[in-house]
């Protein structure tokens, strides 16, 4: 799967391309992002996380990506437990038969074991195989998490990409390897605790096999155990062993417990924790990575790698300028779009021509800010009823976002004497510690949004 911080940067991306609304404007964080140092990948992390600035969307990943750990572990909890109580039951009697529970132990898990090797080995060529359809069913997160929100429907999607991923091969083999261990494991629990708290005899017997075949395929047995240290039956416990019924003496039967306890670790628990280990590190080789290539990552890319070109080379297309506004002799609607001003009488520098003054007129209805839904619903009932000239203050801090310039369109389309802006600048209220450029970048934006809608902007200045 993705990392983290990919999850939370693809989620991102998902969401602002449906229009999405942040708990902070991505524009904002894009353009402060420019100036700032770090490859392409850390700087789109970066946005990533201050877009989600209350956390809200990582807490979603969060959820889901903790859910699917924790049905894994409960899962392997529950393997562990069976292969405790299947052995618990198998040893039940005094004098156990070595090799038929040597086969119990390890032989399925054996052929599971070169099963899985052959499959890998014949599979190796095949880059591009991805896990089967119903190990993506079994985990969805759709049966993880319930939401109806965008957030929630957007990162479901999201991890269901993921595992169609060729790398979660990969991750079902580590899965599958850990349920295995976990089985293993019990086993080797309930062998130990059956050990200390039972006395056992040995015994094998065997119909076609002769005795010398058995005790030999006991040596060979042994040889890996004995190599770590466990302890082994020699040649003279082995042929004591046969056909046991009654107590043996407890160093033979500590010589047959240390074979089998060796066996399970060496020829079940340690080949399946081999297996794991290679199954993780295919996974971490094959893990899915973010694709900066995707039209939107570009886009973010170059304009953070947006450079002055020399004069000599290249002549700058002229920026788009606004209108000049046209002020009407009728009635006048002043209000702020979503910043207070600093001045009662913001207007009186905008609504001044040649043949009127409004400064001192009674013709002029202030309605004050312009900010939340309530707001927009007053101001369009009233638009409809009153036909008047709106003179919109707009705030250098203000950002021509989709939100901001969605109100100016609304504005716009219910004015029926027409739309003009000014733009406000008062000194008590700008970012002291804003660069000029930025406030030059902000106001040309503003240019260009309000050229392409052709809406007037007043000249404070003429």
């Not at 075949?213 to 003279?236: E, H, K, R, Y």
């Not at 369009?380 to 109100?407: C, F, M, W």
């Not at 029926?416 to 934006?445: C, F, M, W």
Request: hydrophobic residues 45%; proline residues 4%; glycine residues 6%.
């Amino acid at each position: 799967m993705l990392s983290p911080q990919d999850q939370l940067t693809e989620l991102v991306r998902a969401l602002e391309t449906d229009q999405h609304v942040f708990a902070t404007d991505p524009l904002l964080i894009t353009e402060k992002l420019q100036s700032e140092d770090g490859t392409p990948i850390q700087k789109l992390h970066r946005r990533a996380s201050r877009i989600d600035s209350n956390g809200a969307l990582a807490r979603v990943l969060g959820k889901i990506d903790g859910r699917i750990k924790g049905i894994m572990i409960v899962m392997s909890v529950v393997w562990c437990i069976s292969g405790f109580l299947g052995l618990f039951t198998l040893l039940q009697s005094n004098v156990v038969n070595f090799f038929y529970v040597l086969v119990c132990l390890l032989g399925f898990h054996t052929i599971m074991l070169g099963g899985w090797l052959v499959m890998t080995l014949i599979n190796r060529d095949q880059r591009d195989q991805q896990a089967p359809s119903w190990f993506a069913s079994f985990v969805s997160p759709s049966y993880l998490i319930r939401g109806k929100d965008d957030v929630t429907k957007a990162a479901v999607d999201l991890y269901e990409r993921q595992l169609q991923h060729s790398g979660m091969r990969w991750y079902l083999g580590r899965f599958s390897h850990q349920l295995w261990l976990a089985t293993l494991t019990g086993m080797l629990l309930a062998i130990i605790f059956l050990l200390i708290v039972r006395q056992y005899s040995f015994s094998w017997e065997s119909t076609l096999l002769s005795d010398q075949a058995l005790v030999s395929l006991t040596q060979i047995l042994g040889w890996l155990p004995g190599m770590v240290g466990f302890d082994v039956p020699d040649s003279t416990a082995i042929a004591q062993s046969r056909l046991v019924t009654e107590a043996m003496p407890l160093s033979v039967a500590r010589q047959w417990a240390g074979l089998l306890v060796g066996s399970l670790l060496m020829y079940g628990i340690v080949p399946r924790a081999i297996a794991w280990v290679f199954c993780a590190l295919m996974f971490r080789r094959k893990k899915m990575r973010l694709d900066i290539k995707q039209p939107y990552y570009q886009k973010i890319i170059n304009f953070w790698q947006r450079q002055v070109v020399d004069a000599d080379d290249f002549t700058e297309a002229p920026a788009p300028v606004a209108p000049k506004a046209a002020v009407s002799a009728g009635k006048k609607l002043v209000a702020l779009l979503e910043y207070p001003s600093n001045q009662d009488k913001w207007w009186q520098s905008g609504l001044t021509n040649d043949r009127h003054d409004f400064s001192e007129s009674s013709e002029i209805e202030n309605f004050g800010i312009v900010d939340d839904r309530e707001d927009m619903a007053r101001l369009k009932n009233y638009l409809d009823e009153h036909p008047v000239q709106v003179l919109l203050g707009i705030h250098s801090k203000a950002l021509p976002d989709r939100g901001t310039l969605r109100k100016l369109d609304q504005i716009a389309a219910h004015a029926k004497d027409g739309l003009i802006v000014q733009l406000l600048s008062d000194a008590d209220l700008t970012h002291e510690d804003e660069p000029v450029d930025k406030q030059a970048v902000r106001y040309q934006q503003w240019q260009t949004a309000l050229s392409a809608r052709k809406i007037g902007l007043v000249d404070i200045d003429s």
